[in-house]
Protein backbone atom coordinates (compact mmCIF):
# COMPACT_ATOMS: atom_id res chain seq x y z
CA UNK A 1 0.00 0.00 0.00
CA UNK A 2 1.37 3.52 -0.82
CA UNK A 3 1.61 6.16 1.62
CA UNK A 4 2.29 9.74 2.05
CA UNK A 5 5.27 9.56 4.26
CA UNK A 6 4.09 13.01 6.01
CA UNK A 7 2.31 12.88 9.21
CA UNK A 8 1.33 15.86 11.63
CA UNK A 9 1.52 18.43 9.52
CA UNK A 10 -1.73 20.21 10.33
CA UNK A 11 -1.06 23.11 13.08
CA UNK A 12 -4.15 24.26 15.24
CA UNK A 13 -3.89 27.68 17.17
CA UNK A 14 -5.26 27.93 20.63
CA UNK A 15 -7.90 30.28 19.32
CA UNK A 16 -8.95 28.41 16.13
CA UNK A 17 -10.15 25.57 19.03
CA UNK A 18 -11.73 27.84 21.18
CA UNK A 19 -13.99 29.03 17.98
CA UNK A 20 -14.36 25.50 17.18
CA UNK A 21 -15.57 24.75 20.52
CA UNK A 22 -17.90 27.41 20.61
CA UNK A 23 -19.75 26.86 17.80
CA UNK A 24 -20.37 23.40 18.75
CA UNK A 25 -21.79 24.77 21.71
CA UNK A 26 -24.41 26.49 19.82
CA UNK A 27 -22.76 29.89 19.78
CA UNK A 28 -20.72 32.20 17.15
CA UNK A 29 -17.58 32.91 17.80
CA UNK A 30 -17.95 36.67 17.55
CA UNK A 31 -20.10 36.23 20.15
CA UNK A 32 -17.24 35.24 22.68
CA UNK A 33 -16.46 37.87 25.12
CA UNK A 34 -12.53 38.43 26.42
CA UNK A 35 -13.35 37.03 29.82
CA UNK A 36 -15.17 33.94 28.25
CA UNK A 37 -12.03 33.61 25.91
CA UNK A 38 -9.82 33.75 28.63
CA UNK A 39 -11.85 31.71 31.16
CA UNK A 40 -11.39 28.88 28.19
CA UNK A 41 -7.29 29.13 27.82
CA UNK A 42 -7.54 28.59 31.40
CA UNK A 43 -9.85 25.34 31.50
CA UNK A 44 -7.31 24.37 28.15
CA UNK A 45 -4.22 24.74 30.11
CA UNK A 46 -6.28 22.74 33.12
CA UNK A 47 -7.25 20.01 30.74
CA UNK A 48 -3.64 19.58 29.09
CA UNK A 49 -1.72 19.76 32.48
CA UNK A 50 -4.57 16.60 33.67
CA UNK A 51 -3.69 14.59 31.03
CA UNK A 52 0.72 14.16 32.46
CA UNK A 53 -1.02 12.84 35.58
CA UNK A 54 -3.76 10.32 33.77
CA UNK A 55 -0.73 8.21 32.24
CA UNK A 56 2.34 8.52 29.89
CA UNK A 57 1.51 11.24 26.79
CA UNK A 58 3.16 9.13 24.01
CA UNK A 59 2.49 11.94 21.43
CA UNK A 60 5.33 14.12 23.47
CA UNK A 61 8.44 11.04 24.22
CA UNK A 62 11.37 12.77 23.31
CA UNK A 63 15.29 11.66 23.87
CA UNK A 64 17.98 14.71 25.26
CA UNK A 65 21.28 13.73 25.93
CA UNK A 66 22.72 15.59 28.71
CA UNK A 67 26.27 16.18 29.36
CA UNK A 68 28.07 14.94 32.93
CA UNK A 69 29.59 17.59 34.63
CA UNK A 70 32.10 16.59 37.64
CA UNK A 71 30.67 17.04 41.33
CA UNK A 72 27.51 18.35 39.78
CA UNK A 73 24.69 16.52 41.41
CA UNK A 74 21.19 17.88 40.16
CA UNK A 75 20.27 18.07 36.55
CA UNK A 76 17.29 19.44 35.17
CA UNK A 77 14.60 18.26 32.85
CA UNK A 78 14.23 20.01 29.36
CA UNK A 79 11.61 22.68 29.52
CA UNK A 80 8.35 21.04 29.49
CA UNK A 81 9.53 17.27 30.90
CA UNK A 82 7.37 16.01 33.18
CA UNK A 83 9.39 12.63 33.88
CA UNK A 84 12.28 10.26 33.17
CA UNK A 85 10.97 6.93 31.41
CA UNK A 86 14.46 5.52 30.67
CA UNK A 87 18.13 6.90 31.59
CA UNK A 88 21.66 5.11 30.31
CA UNK A 89 24.84 6.01 31.32
CA UNK A 90 27.21 7.05 28.48
CA UNK A 91 30.17 6.59 27.70
CA UNK A 92 32.52 6.91 24.10
CA UNK A 93 35.96 7.33 22.41
CA UNK A 94 37.23 10.26 20.95
CA UNK A 95 38.99 9.28 17.89
CA UNK A 96 42.05 11.63 16.83
CA UNK A 97 43.05 12.39 13.36
CA UNK A 98 46.03 10.33 11.80
CA UNK A 99 49.70 11.86 10.73
CA UNK A 100 47.59 12.80 7.49
CA UNK A 101 44.34 14.98 9.72
CA UNK A 102 44.25 17.67 11.89
CA UNK A 103 42.71 20.49 13.19
CA UNK A 104 41.42 23.91 11.67
CA UNK A 105 39.21 26.85 12.15
CA UNK A 106 37.81 29.86 9.97
CA UNK A 107 39.84 31.79 13.08
CA UNK A 108 41.15 31.30 16.42
CA UNK A 109 43.13 28.48 17.17
CA UNK A 110 41.58 25.59 16.50
CA UNK A 111 43.05 22.72 18.75
CA UNK A 112 42.52 24.69 21.69
CA UNK A 113 38.31 23.11 21.14
CA UNK A 114 40.04 19.38 20.71
CA UNK A 115 42.51 19.59 23.30
CA UNK A 116 40.60 18.14 26.71
CA UNK A 117 40.92 21.26 28.58
CA UNK A 118 37.85 22.90 29.21
CA UNK A 119 39.71 26.39 30.63
CA UNK A 120 40.74 27.05 26.79
CA UNK A 121 38.95 27.78 23.93
CA UNK A 122 38.50 28.39 20.16
CA UNK A 123 37.87 32.15 19.97
CA UNK A 124 36.97 33.04 16.99
CA UNK A 125 37.52 36.91 15.69
CA UNK A 126 34.42 37.09 12.51
CA UNK A 127 30.68 35.73 12.63
CA UNK A 128 29.72 32.75 10.93
CA UNK A 129 32.44 30.84 11.69
CA UNK A 130 33.49 26.49 11.63
CA UNK A 131 35.58 24.64 13.59
CA UNK A 132 36.53 21.44 11.67
CA UNK A 133 38.36 18.05 12.34
CA UNK A 134 40.25 16.18 9.39
CA UNK A 135 40.91 12.21 10.70
CA UNK A 136 43.21 12.02 8.05
CA UNK A 137 43.56 9.60 4.97
CA UNK A 138 42.18 6.10 5.15
CA UNK A 139 40.92 6.75 8.84
CA UNK A 140 37.07 7.64 8.38
CA UNK A 141 35.30 7.72 11.53
CA UNK A 142 31.28 7.04 12.16
CA UNK A 143 30.31 9.56 14.89
CA UNK A 144 27.22 8.45 17.16
CA UNK A 145 27.91 11.39 19.32
CA UNK A 146 28.80 15.24 18.97
CA UNK A 147 29.14 17.61 21.58
CA UNK A 148 30.12 21.26 21.79
CA UNK A 149 31.19 22.76 24.90
CA UNK A 150 30.51 26.97 24.86
CA UNK A 151 32.88 29.05 26.00
CA UNK A 152 30.01 31.66 26.02
CA UNK A 153 26.32 32.63 26.58
CA UNK A 154 23.87 33.34 23.59
CA UNK A 155 21.52 31.88 21.08
CA UNK A 156 23.81 29.96 18.01
CA UNK A 157 22.08 28.60 14.82
CA UNK A 158 24.86 25.30 14.35
CA UNK A 159 25.13 23.09 11.48
CA UNK A 160 26.62 19.88 11.79
CA UNK A 161 28.39 19.12 8.61
CA UNK A 162 30.45 16.22 7.25
CA UNK A 163 32.81 15.45 4.18
CA UNK A 164 34.51 12.98 2.28
CA UNK A 165 36.87 15.51 0.85
CA UNK A 166 37.24 19.02 2.87
CA UNK A 167 35.45 20.80 -0.27
CA UNK A 168 31.97 19.34 -0.80
CA UNK A 169 29.96 19.59 2.63
CA UNK A 170 26.57 17.83 3.59
CA UNK A 171 24.30 18.64 6.67
CA UNK A 172 24.41 16.08 9.09
CA UNK A 173 22.52 17.70 11.75
CA UNK A 174 20.60 20.87 11.49
CA UNK A 175 20.41 22.12 15.21
CA UNK A 176 18.17 24.86 15.11
CA UNK A 177 18.34 27.96 17.58
CA UNK A 178 20.04 26.83 20.54
CA UNK A 179 20.29 28.92 23.71
CA UNK A 180 23.98 28.17 25.06
CA UNK A 181 24.67 28.38 28.38
CA UNK A 182 28.83 29.13 28.86
CA UNK A 183 30.76 25.50 29.81
CA UNK A 184 27.39 23.90 30.05
CA UNK A 185 27.58 20.78 27.42
CA UNK A 186 25.20 20.33 24.50
CA UNK A 187 24.74 17.15 22.91
CA UNK A 188 23.33 15.94 19.93
CA UNK A 189 22.58 12.40 19.01
CA UNK A 190 23.75 11.42 15.71
CA UNK A 191 21.33 9.04 14.14
CA UNK A 192 21.89 7.76 11.29
CA UNK A 193 25.82 8.77 11.30
CA UNK A 194 28.18 8.43 8.32
CA UNK A 195 31.75 7.40 8.02
CA UNK A 196 33.54 10.04 6.64
CA UNK A 197 37.30 11.89 7.26
CA UNK A 198 35.86 15.56 7.78
CA UNK A 199 33.86 16.71 10.47
CA UNK A 200 32.73 20.22 10.87
CA UNK A 201 30.17 23.08 13.36
CA UNK A 202 29.68 26.17 11.53
CA UNK A 203 27.32 29.06 13.08
CA UNK A 204 24.96 30.49 10.69
CA UNK A 205 23.17 33.06 12.42
CA UNK A 206 25.46 36.02 12.23
CA UNK A 207 26.94 35.22 15.92
CA UNK A 208 30.80 34.88 16.63
CA UNK A 209 32.15 31.22 17.99
CA UNK A 210 33.45 30.93 21.43
CA UNK A 211 34.00 27.02 21.96
CA UNK A 212 35.52 25.21 24.77
CA UNK A 213 35.56 21.68 23.42
CA UNK A 214 33.69 20.60 19.84
CA UNK A 215 33.97 16.59 20.49
CA UNK A 216 33.21 13.63 18.19
CA UNK A 217 32.29 10.72 20.05
CA UNK A 218 32.34 7.37 18.64
CA UNK A 219 31.56 3.26 19.63
CA UNK A 220 29.12 4.53 22.71
CA UNK A 221 28.78 1.91 25.21
CA UNK A 222 25.66 3.08 27.85
CA UNK A 223 24.50 1.19 31.43
CA UNK A 224 21.05 1.07 31.87
CA UNK A 225 20.28 3.46 35.17
CA UNK A 226 17.67 2.03 37.50
CA UNK A 227 15.23 4.76 39.48
CA UNK A 228 15.40 5.00 43.13
CA UNK A 229 12.03 5.12 45.13
CA UNK A 230 12.04 7.81 48.12
CA UNK A 231 12.44 4.83 50.62
CA UNK A 232 15.58 3.50 49.17
CA UNK A 233 17.23 6.78 48.83
CA UNK A 234 16.72 7.70 52.05
CA UNK A 235 18.19 4.89 53.39
CA UNK A 236 21.29 4.74 51.30
CA UNK A 237 23.97 5.18 53.97
CA UNK A 238 25.95 7.81 52.02
CA UNK A 239 24.24 10.05 49.59
CA UNK A 240 27.02 12.17 48.44
CA UNK A 241 28.26 9.86 45.39
CA UNK A 242 31.74 12.10 43.85
CA UNK A 243 32.57 12.02 40.36
Sequence with gaps: MAYSGTIGQTVIQVQDLIDHGARRAGKLAEELTSEQIYSAKQSLFYLLSNLANIGINYWAIGQKVIGLKADQAIYYLPVGGIDVLNANYRTMNRPTPNAFGGYSASSGIANNAFDNDIDTACVQSAPNGNISVDYGTDNPIYAGSIGILPGVSGSFDILLE???????????????????????????????GATVQYYRMRETGGNTLQVREFYVGNNSREVPMARLNRDDYVSLPNKNFTA
Design 162 to 192: ISTDGSTWTVLEDTGVTTWVDNEWVWYQIDP
